[in-house]
């Protein structure tokens, strides 16, 4: 087979290390696919710029065409991110009949089903491994390794910085500002990190992920999505103090035909397998009917790792090019959209409660859960502080989103009840 020829979108961290993955696997990829593998022409936006990477003479471009129009590149590797402009570029590459690779989430969680649609329509591939998850095999383990099964639950840390925050946060008692502060001078957190902290990078994964994993299409609107901005190092003291560790956990779970998909703070039993995923690491929990529990680990970004699965996609396009079948190997989902209505989402929660120590506050709220049916797991009283406010913390038996809102709307009925300080979703193994 003739040399395969690479134009590659973006030289930063995840396309230096494509570069340099290509360079230093050649064997063991020119093993895999029976032919060379060249990197012809990479599109930067300055051409002058320091590189990481050795480079021969000429390969830089500022010209998208340079790259899309050539006859003699089979594929193009997208790591420059972006959506408009990017998704423009790929549809163009697709068109001219080039197979594509991609590790942008924003794009495929916001444009994914079109950009596979004109993909199989020009019979070319379009892979996105590493879109989730950095360097784990998360979406070829879903599609390929659980083809079998039927997946009913994924829960998923898949946001480096958030975890990176909160492991801080738990291990070392500080609070969210100063572990962000430290975590964007380590380079852990964007100069804005909005995206991250405020849970839609996750959002965006969990899109992904549910859409392979559930068969049916889900828009990034169907995610109910909150971030970790209001967490505070008591919430995550008293949840110690439960046997609970706090992580911002994208949920997606299917109840016969319907399905939820959310991100927020969640407190996890300290027994879940999530629970011990540390720092700036990901990993994706898969619940199959048939497996039972899974679980996918690894570094969830960084050049090398997120690279990886980058040419990892390229092997699996060449080897697609030898045996004549791109363009096959998408599964469109099978089932119709079906998302379950507040009253069938259920829950533990954990609530934090300021009240006037008054004389039958405790009794009043008791009585609010009971009329909306829902008992509690645990309580935990605590000291009265100064100025009379006393604390109740306490974790729910299952209850329904409706009812809980409702208990919310309910509280603050109660003269003596100050503030719900703060309410999360509670995930026991
Ligand atoms: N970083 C990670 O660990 C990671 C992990 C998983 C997925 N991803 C995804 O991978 C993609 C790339 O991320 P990255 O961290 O490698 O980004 P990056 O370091 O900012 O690099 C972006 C590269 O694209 C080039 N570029 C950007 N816009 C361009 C434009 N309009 N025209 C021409 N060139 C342009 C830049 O050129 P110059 O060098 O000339 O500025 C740069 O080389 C993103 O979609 C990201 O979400 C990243």
Not at 80 to 85: C, L, Q, S, W
């Amino acid at each position: 087979m003739k040399t395969i020829s690479i134009g590659l979108l973006g030289l930063g961290t995840v396309g230096s290390g494509v570069v340099q993955i290509i360079k230093n696997h050649q064997d063991k990829i020119m093993h895999q696919v029976g032919c060379p593998v060249e990197i012809k022409k990479i599109l930067v936006k300055d051409v002058h710029k320091q590189r990481s990477v050795e480079l021969e003479p000429g390969l830089l471009t500022t010209e998208p065409d340079d790259i899309l129009r050539d006859d003699e590149i089979d594929v193009v590797i997208e790591v420059m991110g972006g959506i408009h402009g990017t998704k423009d570029y790929l549809i163009t590459a697709l068109r001219q009949g080039k197979h594509v690779v991609t590790a942008n989430k924003d794009l495929m969680a916001l444009h994914g089903s079109e950009l596979l649609t004109v993909a199989s329509e020009h019979g070319c591939d379009l892979f996105y491994e590493a879109s989730v998850g950095g360097g784990i095999p998360i979406l070829r383990g879903l599609v390929d390794g659980l083809a079998s099964d039927r997946i009913t639950q994924m829960m998923g840390i898949v946001n480096g910085t958030t975890n990176y925050i909160l492991t801080k946060m738990s291990t070392e008692g500080r609070s969210y500002g100063e572990v962000l502060k430290e975590a964007q001078e380590l380079g852990f957190a964007e100069a804005d990190p909005t995206s991250d902290v405020e849970g839609l990078d996750a959002a965006r994964k969990m899109t992904i992920l549910a859409t392979l994993g559930f068969s049916m299409h889900i828009d990034l609107d169907d995610v109910k999505v909150s971030g970790i901005s209001n967490v505070t190092e008591e919430d995550i003291r008293y949840g110690k103090q439960l046997g609970y560790t706090m992580k911002l956990i994208g949920y997606a779970h299917r109840e016969g035909e319907k399905v939820e998909v959310s991100v927020a703070p969640t407190f996890l039993s300290d027994n879940h397998p999530l629970a011990s995923v540390q720092n700036e690491y990901n990993a994706v929990y898969v619940y199959g009917e048939a497996v039972g529990e899974t679980m996918f680990y690894g570094p969830g970004a960084g050049s090398l790792p997120t690279a990886t699965a980058v040419v990892s996609d390229l092997v699996a396009v060449i080897k697609n090019l030898r045996i004549g079948v791109n363009g096959k190997s998408a599964v469109t989902p099978q089932y119709p959209k079906q998302l379950k209505d507040d009253s069938e989402k259920y829950s533990k929660y954990f609530l934090r409660i300021h009240v006037q120590d008054e004389v039958g506050v405790f009794a009043d709220i008791t009585a609010i859960f009971a009329r909306n049916g829902v008992s509690f797991e645990k309580i935990l009283q605590l000291p009265i502080k100064k100025n009379e406010t006393s604390e109740i913390v306490l974790v729910t038996h299952q209850a329904s989103l409706t009812n809980y809102d409702q208990i919310l709307v309910e509280l603050y009925d109660v003269p003596a009840v100050k503030e719900v300080k703060s309410a999360y979703r509670v995930v026991r193994k």
